[in-house]
T-cell receptor
Framework: GNSVTQMEGPVTLSEEAFLTINCTYT??????LFWYVQYPGEGLQLLLK?????DKGSNKGFEATYRKETTSFHLEKGSVQVSDSAVYFC?????????????FGTGTKLQVIP | GAVVSQHPSWVICKSGTSVKIECRSL??????MFWYRQFPKQSLMLMAT?????????EQGVEKDKFLINHASLTLSTLTVTSAHPEDSSFYIC???????????FGDGTRLSIL
């Protein structure tokens, strides 16, 4: 079946540091890939997505590139802020029996300190 | 690792009936559970957050009388779609978390089709 593997957290960075959160997936065919963010006390919000190989999703300074050859979708940001502290989930979406099924990673907690 | 079981995985029923979806944490105590809905070709939408023993907190625009959520124990939350209609057809997914600093685990989702 499909699966998503994320690097374990928590990740603690100083403000303005460079962020990378690794995500790899297992799926047949060509799934769509997503990063969701969950701020403390809130539900998931879509951060960015990519629907085909070599696409780059970007939003709020975050980027991730769909790498089919390495089955990866690593999340990066050049300069993190305290407000980026949250849990980040990598996910894939693939057709299953004519419907689109979402599979999530277990999340990576990011803590940014001033 | 922690597992969240969601049941059923797929249900088809007639318009006007009520459908119950279960979300169980199999090897940990879920203090908080989240219910999401996914419309075709769209991202997930948070419907409600439930804490064990408390009433669920619904997001704006979600009818709480339509989507009844019960979280009566630390291992089980249920979502009941009452008097379901074709527009309720969707993919519903739950997630569960222990205390606030623990990871969140997702169920495999339920595909609901209303005829």
């Amino acid at each position: 079946g499909n699966s998503v593997t994320q690097m374990e957290g928590p990740v603690t960075l100083s403000e303005e540091a460079f962020l990378t959160i690794n995500c790899t997936y297992t799926a047949t065919g060509y799934p769509s890939l997503f990063w969701y963010v969950q701020y403390p006390g809130e539900g998931l919000q879509l951060l960015l997505k990519a629907t085909k190989a070599d696409d780059k999703g970007s939003n709020k300074g975050f980027e991730a590139t769909y790498r089919k050859e390495t089955t990866s979708f690593h999340l990066e940001k050049g300069s993190v802020q305290v407000s980026d502290s949250a849990v980040y989930f990598c996910a894939l979406r693939k057709n299953s029996g004519g419907y689109q099924k979402v599979t999530f990673g277990t999340g990576t907690k990011l803590q940014v300190i001033p | 690792g922690a597992v969240v079981s969601q049941h059923p995985s797929w249900v088809i029923c007639k318009s006007g009936t009520s459908v119950k979806i279960e979300c169980r944490s199999l090897d940990f105590q879920a203090t908080t559970m989240f219910w999401y809905r996914q419309f075709p070709k769209q991202s997930l939408m948070l419907m409600a957050t439930s804490n064990e023993g408390s009433k669920a907190t619904y997001e704006q625009g979600v009818e709480k009388d339509k989507f009844l959520i019960n979280h009566a124990s630390l291992t089980l939350s249920t979502l009941t779609v009452t008097s379901a209609h074709p527009e309720d057809s969707s993919f519903y997914i739950c997630s569960a978390r222990g205390v606030s600093n623990q990871p969140q685990h997702f169920g495999d989702g339920t595909r609901l089709s209303i005829l």
